[in-house]
Structures are given as C-alpha cells and as structure tokens.
C-alpha cells in the first residue's frame, strides 16, 4: 500500500521540480535577453579610445579627494553636419562630477570665451572652446586639466540634434521664460530657432510669450543657445544646466516606452570615450543620481574686448582664485591650494590683460541671489568699469 502511494507522490515532486527548473530557465533567458538589448542598445553609440590624458601634478590629498568622484566633460557641439564630431565649436562645456558614494551630481558650466591656456605643446592664450574646435576632445580634457587641476580622461559629445531628440522624446520640458529670453529667441538679426529648424530639417513654432511653459526639443535647444539680451555667456550656460536639469528629471520618471524612445533617439548620437559596459554600468545607477548643485565658471571674472589675435573674452580674476572655489564647490576642498602651474598661468593671464581680483564682481552671487536678467546688467556696468 505504501509503495503505491509514494509512486504518485514521486511524481509529484519530479513536477514540481520541472515546473522550478522552468521558472528558473525562463528568468535566466529573460535576464539574458535584457542584457542582449541593452547591449544592442550601447552598440549604437559612437565610441573612441583616447589614451591617456595629461593632467598637473597634484597634492596626493587631492588625488585622494578626486578619486571619490567619476568626472568627466560633456561637451555640445555646435557643428553644421549632424553626427559630426571630430570639428565644431564647443558651444557647451560642461565639468561633471558625481560623488561615487551619495551619487549627488555637480556641475559646472565654463564660460566657452573663459581666457585659458589651449595650448598643447606650449602655452597659448586663447578663448576655451578654441581647444575642442582645433584638437578635438583629447585638447580640451587636456585644456580642463591644465588649467582648473582637474583629473578629466573620460568625455561624452552631444550635438544639438542629440539634445532635440532627447527632449522631444520624453515628451518636452517645463522653463520659466524671461521677457528677455523671448527676446533673445525672436531676435530679427539672429533667429536661433529658425535657423536650428532649418539645419535640422524640422518644422518649427515660435516662442511668444514669457512664463512657465512646456517647451519642444527645438525650442528647448534653441532656449539655452540663447547669449544675447540675457546674459551673454553666463546666462547662456546657466540656462544649458537649466536644460540639462530639466531632462534628467523628466528621464528619472519617464516611462519605458519613452526610454526606449530617449535611447533610440539619443544614443547613435553620442561620442564617447566610455566603454560599453561603463555606459551599462553608469545607466543602471540613473535612477539614484540627482544634481545637487549647478555652478558657471569662472566665478569673478570680467568681460574684455582684447587686441588681436584674443578678442572677445571672459578674463578669470584671477585664475588662482576661481581653481580654489571651483575645488571648494565641487569637492568640498577647503583651503585648496592650486598647482603651480594654475598660479604661473593666473600671474600669465594678470600679465596680458591687467585684470586681478579687484578687477571683477563675484558673478556667482549674483546668479544665485538676482537671477539672470540682473546678471546681464550687471556685466555692462563691469564692462564699463573694467575698460
């Protein structure tokens, strides 16, 4: 009687194990799967191995404090051909740093006419972005290391086109839009969104009215291009982190549907030193990351049109002083003390244009305390001083 009973139960059990076993061999194909579409997905981007990059000698307290950190520069280029990036300017330039324990984000936006040294093998005095338009990404993280004692040797490159397609794939982003960026965007001499529309091949609606509004990929895009009537170059870069801020909140909460969307969209766009399973790596830990703070660099500094072959520049004053803050900020470094390199090039730039300390307003005040529209008039009135 015993033997007939177990034979069912024996049955039973080899059922329910059968069942275990293709739960188990359903999940791990599931997860492979996933893997094998993300995998796919990173294939799209544009990757490229740049070496090593020079850096300053550092205190090895601030390689201790640095290697906390994953930094890297994201640079938006301004090219006339779409998924170009071996040439352009680099409209934007922008230090990203996220703390490996807290995953708080920093940014910090350099003002692209900042007087720094671009020069490779030797010293050359030149507007910042003149690096990225005549070496590449490797010159520019070179140019960053150099003269803000930074340890960059990753990058990540957007066009305008990426960032468009971004925005427009999660579904657009909320701005609060000044009278005088309405200004900036329906400029009759200098029509951004008209001429985005045109390079891009989109159709395009224009921008009218100042207030809290759900702007399109175009017109967010054309939105932090914005320099004239609001800022010039600093209210230019505070509204790109504006953007920047925008989209990873609407891509924390984005569905996934507009994931695969953003991905599709975004990623055969990019041009990156990270590899594949750094971009997986980085991904899988978005949903933790957030922006603690956003920051425009130099911090005091003084807008001069200088002789030729400079021109037009944003004078840092001084370099010395704007490296300690920007380490203050960024790392929590107090009482940072810049390499003696950054001090040579502060005395350098001191040299050239006669502007020190006293020659400019800590703009970064202003920024946060008056907002953009102040910070416009309040570098006329530092031009006028300063000349």
């Known amino acids: 009687m015993s033997d007939k009973q177990s034979a069912p139960s024996r049955k039973q059990k080899r059922r329910k194990r059968r069942k275990i076993f293709l739960i188990v061999e359903i999940i791990v194909l599931l997860i492979l799967l996933g893997l094998l579409f993300v995998w796919l997905k990173?294939?799209?981007?544009?990757?490229?191995?740049?070496?090593?990059i020079k850096q300053n000698v550092l205190s090895k307290e601030t390689e201790k404090t640095l290697s906390g950190y994953t930094?890297?520069?994201?640079?938006?280029?301004?090219?006339?051909?779409?998924?170009?990036y071996e040439g352009g300017q680099s409209d934007v330039i922008v230090i990203v740093s996220i703390n490996n324990d807290t995953k708080k984000i920093r940014m910090a936006s350099v003002y692209r006419d900042s007087f720094l040294d671009v020069g490779q093998t030797e010293q050359l005095l030149r507007k910042c972005n003149y690096a990225y338009a005549h070496g590449g990404e490797s010159a520019a993280l070179e140019m960053l290391n150099k003269n803000l004692d930074?340890?960059?040797?990753?990058?990540?490159?957007?066009?305008?086109?990426?960032?468009?397609?971004?925005?427009?794939?999660?579904?657009?982003?909320?701005?609060?839009?000044?009278?005088?960026?309405?200004?900036?965007?329906?400029?009759?001499?200098?029509?951004?969104?008209?001429?985005?529309?045109?390079?891009?091949g989109k159709e395009y609606t224009p921008v009218t009215q100042p207030g809290k509004q759900k702007?399109?990929?175009?017109?967010?895009?054309?939105?932090?291009?914005?320099?004239?009537?609001?800022?010039?170059?600093?209210?230019?870069?505070k509204r790109q982190r504006a953007v920047i801020e925008a989209l990873l909140g609407k891509v924390k909460g984005a569905s996934l549907s507009q994931m695969s969307s953003l991905v599709d969209a975004i990623l055969p766009k990019v041009y990156t030193s990270y590899s594949g399973s750094e971009i997986i790596s980085m991904a899988m830990a978005a949903k933790e990351y957030s922006i603690e703070q956003s920051f425009g660099f130099p911090f005091k500094k003084v807008p001069e049109e200088l002789p030729k072959p400079y021109g037009s520049v944003v004078i840092p004053c001084s370099l010395e002083s704007n490296v300690r803050k920007l380490h203050e900020k960024m790392f929590d470094e107090k009482n940072y003390s810049p390499s003696n390199t950054v001090s040579a090039l502060s005395q350098q730039i001191i040299s050239i244009t006669g502007k020190d300390e006293n020659s400019a307003i800590d703009y970064s005040k202003i920024e946060e305390n008056k907002g953009i529209e102040d910070t416009q008039s309040s570098s006329e009135n530092t031009t006028q001083s300063g000349n």
Do not use: S
């Not at 702007?215 to 870069?237: E, F, K, P």
């Open 42 to 52: 990173v294939g799209m981007i544009n990757f490229k191995d740049i070496g090593t």
């Open 71 to 84: 930094n890297f520069a994201l640079f938006g280029v301004d090219n006339r051909q779409n998924g170009n």
């Open 150 to 200: 930074l340890n960059l040797q990753d990058f990540v490159a957007v066009d305008f086109a990426a960032v468009t397609d971004a925005i427009d794939a999660v579904g657009g982003i909320e701005m609060d839009v000044t009278p005088d960026e309405i200004k900036g965007l329906n400029d009759p001499d200098r029509p951004i969104l008209r001429e985005m529309a045109t390079q891009l």
């Open 215 to 237: 702007l399109n990929g175009l017109q967010a895009t054309a939105y932090c291009r914005i320099r004239h009537y609001a800022g010039d170059d600093w209210g230019r870069a």
